[in-house]
């Protein structure tokens, strides 16, 4: 996808929250490191921006999940991908055990966590959901520029980079 392409998703809603330059890299990293791309999980998928990128992005015949504590009541239809919403606190075990069910076993490819940003709920996040991504995979941490979010990324031991103009963005490579 070339730069202007990549535009277009910051010209129709939902538009991304991202800062779109910090999106443009993490974007480029996933492509580069992790193939396949084809499951991803959003943890936080709030105005449904950055979640309508991912469907766009991702491969034919995906399987993208995203869970937020409020329904939006998104409507992302897609005769190719599977497209699922889970309603609930992502720390929840309930809410993890949903995600677990939707995807049957497999794991996913990519995880971006962009929920609740104090310690008890990103530290949550992590731990209930990087167990559900594959090895070769990413782990993809907005608002790395917070505190919370930015001690629990550097903590991770591991190969790691981040991006930060705006609000932040870091990737962990599982």
């Not at 309508?52 to 005769?79: A, C, E, M, T």
Request: aromatic share 14%; proline share 3%.
């Amino acid at each position: 996808m070339d730069r202007q392409e990549f535009h277009n998703f910051f010209t129709e809603n939902p538009i991304p929250i991202q800062n779109e330059d910090e999106l443009y890299w993490l974007c480029e990293k996933i492509r580069e490191r992790v193939k396949p791309l084809e499951t991803i999980i959003e943890i936080g998928v709030s105005g449904g921006g950055t979640f309508k990128f991912w469907r766009d992005s991702i491969p034919v015949k995906g399987l993208l999940i995203g869970v937020d504590i409020q329904d939006y009541h998104w409507n992302f239809p897609d005769k190719d991908r599977e497209v699922y919403f889970v309603i609930g606190a992502s720390e929840n075990p309930e809410t993890v055990d949903k995600v677990k069910k939707i995807l049957n076993g497999k794991l996913a490819d990519f995880l971006f966590i962009d929920g609740h940003h104090d310690w008890e709920n990103v530290y949550a996040d992590y731990t209930n959901y990087s167990t559900l991504v594959r090895k070769g995979g990413a782990i993809g941490f907005h608002d790395c520029n917070t505190k919370w979010v930015e001690k629990l990324f550097e903590s991770l031991q591991g190969e790691k980079e981040k991006i930060i103009i705006s609000h932040g963005i870091g990737l962990f490579y599982v």
